[in-house]
């Protein structure tokens, strides 16, 4: 019993030693790996601050090298402006003066129950007759017309200017009909406009036509300034009244080339339609010729907005049409007045109803300069107190969608030659609704009705009846159309 006791002790102690080997031999072994997973720990973590710090000097490289964004007016402020040095770390970034481009397209299927022959002779007793050259009419003939194109650019020039330039094009022709400067920030509340632009004269003159609610230009202009507008070479400055709603104030004086109610260029006529007789010259106007004032306001009553205004434009008048198959010409002084209101009230972010009229009226006197019947060159002064306006509903009932209906109607035609009052119409009268389409705000589709029976012909009426469908097209950067 005693030696298996014995036995059974040397054994267990052998066992146990060889147990405590193992153990120790384990422990080193999870040592060893230990120390190995801590290298690698050590390796990776170094690994990724290399990571991260390579991150950050690429990150603070590309800041040192990231270009100015493409803003022109810092661009221009960072060159001009002595206390903005610190931004020219970066590099000088030319595409920021590239000026905003677009170009405008207008063309329009055109019906009308005159054809172009008879439509071309047809004329505004009293107020206006056909010079034989309509090119700057819209919709001018039956059938397809290409209108217009129009380019338009803007830029900053530096700190201190804005420049504008608008061309258009016909199928014939281009000119620049507006290339002018703004001031970007005059002290007091003034801005200064130079160069060749459309007169604030009214509501509709400063517009384009493709920002017209419709497609033909209303009557009162027609009549007193031509088709194209009071557009004219000159300065203009306004002055911001410090008022808590909007109230401007502004002067312009242009050169007055406008031929319809100024223009400057005098001429000179035989005392006989045949040649025979004596020239008889009129000088040309003095140059500036026309003044322009305006005031306008706006405010907001809920949602309904308010914008009115006047005008009133003076200058010398020289008309020549003596190259013309009925010679004549004319010379004296105009005065034009002008009133608008225009009201929109807004149902909600895209629905609105809008109110807009003009009326204009008009003071000449002067000379005339025409033949009689027997060829003999006859000089009766003229004068002319005449007036119109017209008046326009615009219904936007969907987000696309628009209608409207406008009345024009011309209602004084008082014109005395040597005292005695011409027998012309005084109620001259036309009317157009249109439908409206806006696929995007970059295109229209418009199809406009109407009737004019403003138009005679050798002292007989010859009212018009058109359908015209009218597709505007834009492309390209183009600034937000003013209220």
């Known amino acids: 019993m005693k030696k298996l006791i014995l036995c059974l002790g040397i054994f267990s102690f052998a066992f146990a030693q060889d147990d405590l080997e193992s153990l120790k031999r384990q422990l080193e072994e999870q040592k060893r790996l230990i120390q190995e997973l801590e290298k690698k720990i050590e390796a990776l973590e170094k690994a990724q ?44 970034k030319q595409t920021a003066f590239l000026p905003d481009i677009s170009f405008i397209m207008d063309t329009s299927l ?36 290409l209108n217009y194109g129009e380019l338009y650019l803007y ?3 530096d700190p201190y200017f804005d420049l504008y330039v608008t061309i258009p094009f016909s199928e014939d022709s281009s000119q620049i009909e507006e290339a002018y400067a703004v001031t970007r920030g005059l002290p007091g509340g003034f801005q200064l406009k130079v160069g060749k632009f459309r007169s604030s004269f009214g509501r509709l003159n400063s517009q ?12 009162p202009y027609k009549v007193f300034l031509g088709d194209d507008g009071l557009v004219e070479k000159g300065i203009q400055i306004n002055w911001l009244a410090p008022t808590p709603f909007y109230l401007l104030f502004g002067l312009e004086v242009l050169q007055g080339e406008n031929e ?30 026309l003044y322009v004032g305006f005031i306008k306001t706006s405010f907001d009553i809920g949602n309904l907005s308010i914008l009115t205004g006047i005008s009133y434009a003076q200058g010398k008048t020289r008309l020549n049409h003596i190259d013309t198959d009925e010679p004549h010409a004319f010379s004296g002084s105009t ?38 019947d027997l060829g003999d060159l006859v000089t009766p002064s003229v004068s002319k107190k005449q007036g119109g306006f017209y008046s326009q509903l615009v219904w936007r009932f969907a987000q696309r969608w628009r209608a409207g209906i406008q009345y024009n109607l011309l209602n004084k035609n008082d014109v005395k030659v040597d005292g005695v009052k011409q027998n012309f119409p005084g109620s001259l009268p036309a009317y157009y609704a249109m439908l409206e389409f806006n696929p995007t705000e970059f295109s229209r589709i418009r199809l406009q009705v109407g009737q004019n029976r403003a138009l005679y ?17 834009a492309i390209g950067a183009h600034g937000a159309h003013p209220f």
């Open 49 to 92: 601050k290399g990571q991260k710090e390579e991150t950050r000097q690429e990150t603070e490289a590309k800041e040192k090298t990231k270009p100015v964004p493409a803003d022109r007016t810092l661009q221009l402020r960072v060159k001009y402006d002595e206390r903005l040095k610190a931004y020219q770390i970066y590099p000088f």
């Open 335 to 372: 005065k034009l007045y002008g009133l608008d209101l225009t009201a929109k009230y807004f149902i909600d972010s895209y629905r609105y109803v809008s109110f807009q009229s003009e009326y204009i009226y008009r003071d000449q006197k002067g000379t005339r300069y025409a033949y009689d």
């Open 155 to 157: 830029a900053p020039v």
């Open 260 to 289: 319809q109610s100024f223009g400057t260029n005098g001429f000179s006529i035989n005392t006989k339609k045949d040649g025979s007789g004596t020239n008889l010259t009129v000088g040309d106007a003095r140059k500036p010729n």
């Open 457 to 473: 012909y050798e002292g007989m009426r010859k009212t018009v009846n058109e359908v015209i469908l009218q597709f505007n097209f």
């Open 110 to 145: 055109v019906g009308r129950n005159r054809n172009d022959q008879t439509y071309k002779q047809l004329e505004i007793p009293g107020f206006w007759h056909p010079h034989g050259d309509n090119s700057e009419e819209l919709n001018k003939n039956r059938g397809f017309n």
């Open 208 to 219: 384009h036509p493709h920002v017209w609610d419709f497609a033909t230009l209303p009557l």
